[in-house]
């Protein structure tokens, strides 16, 4: 079963809104990691926050991370066209363990 | 800097054959990972390989194998299709230490069908 939950399924949004995307985790967790793909294609990583950490930003991205309530939040601020992907959080479980666990993804539909 | 790269990018196979798909990591990266995407089922966790030795399975059946040479590259076989076994596999790579402390950087992927 997978670890991360992504709430919602899908947003659709017009350019220059911010976009909120929620995960829900089951298990404590090493760190956190957002990805981005495009067209059924590669990954694009985008951020990773540690366990230890509760928030991160890199250019338009803000992640928050709350361990309590195994939850993380990615807000892309300002979207646009370009931004229209499906968003995964993956999860490296603490303990060891060595592989991410993904959630089922958000997509995200930027219209001009 | 190259990233990581997958051949090929779409293969088509009939049930029962076997498949061949090869990653090349990022230079300097030692671990590589394989993912399988399979449509509804999600992004799920296939091998693990560094310094040339497995080191962690997903819950795959045992013809789903692979292998990482000296440069680091990996295979991955997949043996006795099934029709289900259609999905993008994904490789990524990750530098010496795994995910835990590193980031994983993916490849375009290869689109398997079997008919």
């Known amino acids: 079963s997978q670890q991360g939950e992504e709430d919602p399924q899908a947003l659709s949004i017009q350019e220059g809104e911010n976009a909120t995307m929620n995960c829900s985790y089951k298990?404590?967790?090493?760190?956190l990691q957002w990805y981005r793909q495009n067209s059924g294609r590669g990954l694009v990583h985008l951020i990773l926050?540690?366990?230890?950490?509760r928030e991160k930003h890199s250019g338009r991205l803000r992640v928050t991370l709350d361990t309590s309530k195994k939850s993380s939040s990615l807000l892309i601020t300002a979207s646009r066209a370009a931004d229209t992907a499906s968003y995964f959080c993956?999860?490296?479980?603490?303990?060891?363990?060595?592989?991410?666990?993904f959630g089922a993804g958000t997509r995200l539909a930027v219209h001009p | 800097e190259a990233g990581v790269t997958q051949s090929p990018t779409h293969l088509i196979k009939t049930r029962g054959q076997q498949a061949t798909l090869r990653c090349s990591p990022i230079s300097g990266h030692t671990s590589v990972y394989w993912y399988q995407q399979a449509l509804g089922l999600g992004l799920q966790f296939l091998l693990w390989?560094?310094?040339?030795?497995?080191?962690n399975r997903g819950n795959f059946p045992p013809r789903f194998s692979g292998r990482q040479f000296p440069n680091y590259s990996s295979e991955l076989n997949v043996n006795a299709l099934e029709l289900e076994d259609s999905a993008l596999y994904l490789c990524?790579?990750?530098?010496?230490?795994?995910?835990?402390?590193?980031?994983?950087?993916f490849g375009p992927g290869t689109r398997l069908t079997v008919l």
């Open positions: 298990t404590s967790i090493n760190n």
């Open positions: 990524a790579s990750s530098s010496r230490g795994g995910p835990s402390y590193n980031e994983q950087f």
């Open positions: 926050i540690r366990s230890n950490e």
């Open positions: 993956a999860t490296v479980l603490s303990g060891g363990y060595n592989k991410l666990i």
């Open positions: 390989y560094d310094e040339g030795e497995e080191r």
